[in-house]
């Protein structure tokens, strides 16, 4: 059974940092090919938020362009996402997100809020 455990969300003052990390467990078959990272605000639809493929290229949002990084530790089945200058409009539900050709894996999200 694949399980993706987020942890690392929490409460920030607007320009602060976090780290979210996403522990991945279980095999997939055919492998995992791209890593993302989603977030969610209230009343707003689920955004991709970064990416990072197996090779390692990244892509991110326009809106965190610069202060997000995406990173990947295939050694330790990790994802992980550093949030830097963060911006109360940053505030919402982070989902970590895997995926390959055939199946895509969900975790249950983790909590980032940012205060002014």
């Known amino acids: 059974q694949v399980q993706l455990v987020e942890s690392g969300g929490g409460l920030v003052q607007a320009g602060g940092s976090l780290r979210l990390s996403c522990v991945v467990s279980?095999?997939?078959?055919?492998?995992?090919?791209?890593m993302n990272w989603y977030r969610q605000a209230p009343e707003k639809q689920r955004e991709l938020v970064a990416t990072i493929e197996s090779g390692g290229r990244t892509n991110y949002a326009d809106s965190v362009k610069g202060r997000f990084a995406i990173s990947r530790d295939n050694t330790k089945n990790t994802v992980s996402l550093q949030m830097n200058n963060l911006r109360p409009e940053d505030a919402a539900v982070y989902f970590c997100n895997i995926r390959n050709s055939w199946r895509e894996f969900w975790g249950q999200g983790t909590q980032v809020t940012v205060s002014s």
């Open positions: 279980g095999r997939i078959q055919g492998g995992v090919e791209t």
